[in-house]
């Protein structure tokens, strides 16, 4: 059972006010996750979460977790743009990208932000770009294969395959890259690495920390150079379905404190700084769509009309990805029904749900479709003219603000030309 952050009285005001379809995120939930999060990982002096901006690109969603001490994960020119003027800057922004155009880099430097390439040919086009390299320089590791946690009957736990993602160095690749950055003045040194997403384990984060910290020792006795931060990047997930099991963050950090006793500590690198980049976790249970039912519809199989579409969510479109939705009001009434969840693009993958068991419905019911307050509204699109949301906050003494207005046709059109 899957219980929404808001009832059907605040919802039933809310759309008083602010019509459906939008985007409501959970204030104090944001608060407590970043909370955790640091507490688990203060064993850790420089631990730092640079969330990944992408995931909710929202200025008083940034707001809030930089009161909680996080950082910034850029990876595109206006997302650096954004966190600028959201206020942050220097090393509160990462810049994790891959084929970066120049302006990027420059942009990234000029803000004082630590660079993470994705490959070593950009070793040297960020020297052209900028006519230097700066001081900090973090790399990106890919080491290919295949990663496999957790072998059980059902499977494994994670499964992910590297060697078919465009990111990252190869081990050999990352060797020279850090001699080549060295030469060139490179004083402190990052690595990265990003090996599989949406891990519903408490063991993906200690795993991955175990990878990368025997590469740390391995890189800085072959090439001397000081590493002075481990990112560990995004990819704790977070159960989208409600029979699925919840990671618990303080054992993650417990795990990866582990490995850093183990290996780190008796290397000489007990000095090392943890980052995180997480963007799903950190927001994605903190957000939610409300739609509301517009039609019904019988035909081969039985169709529940909404408001939204998946230019509002594209995950279920995109991945057939499962977000469970809550009929407000109706949590307790059997699930008497087989339904198809439908918007209205002329899409026939736009289904917010497929062949789901839902109880007796009337038009005009809320639905809360759960944990899109990640890879959610910024996924976002403009297809068959449908206009993007208003994103709501819920904050913590209970009032409603408005953080995003939806879009109106006049945004819709200000990019066409219409003289010829
Ligand atoms: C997308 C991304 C993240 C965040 O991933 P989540 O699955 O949302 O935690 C972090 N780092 C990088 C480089 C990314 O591309």
Sequence with gaps: MKTPFVTLPQLQAITQTYPTPFHLYDEAGIRRTARDLKAAFAWNPGFEEYFAVKATPTPAILKILREEGCGVDCSSLTELMLVDKCGFGGQEIMFSSNETPAAEYRLANQLGAIINLDDFTHIDFLRETLGYIPETISCRFNPGGVFRLGASKEGFQVMDTPKDSKYGFTREQLFAGYKKLKAMGVKHFGL????????????????????????????????????????????VGIPYR?????????????????????????????????????????LGPNGCLVTKVLHFKHTYKEY???DACAANLMRPAMYGAYHHITVMGKEDKPLRHVDDVVGGLCENNDKFAVDRPMPDIDIGDLLVIHDTGAHGFSMGYNYNGRLRSAELLLREDGTVKLIRRAETPEDYFATMVFEQ
């Design 192 to 235: 990265h690495a990003f090996l599989a997403s949406n891990t519903l384990s408490n063991d993906y984060y200690p795993a991955l920390a175990g990878i990368l910290f025997e590469l740390a020792v391995d890189l800085e006795k072959e090439t001397g150079c000081k590493i002075t931060f481990i990112n560990l990047s995004g990819g």
């Design 304 to 306: 529940v009309g909404v």
């Design 242 to 282: 409600p029979d699925q099991p919840k990671n618990d963050i303080f054992a993650i950090g417990e795990g990866v404190r582990r490995a850093y006793e183990r290996i780190l500590v008796p290397a000489g690198m007990g000095d090392v700084a943890i980052y995180t980049e997480l963007g799903r976790y950190m």
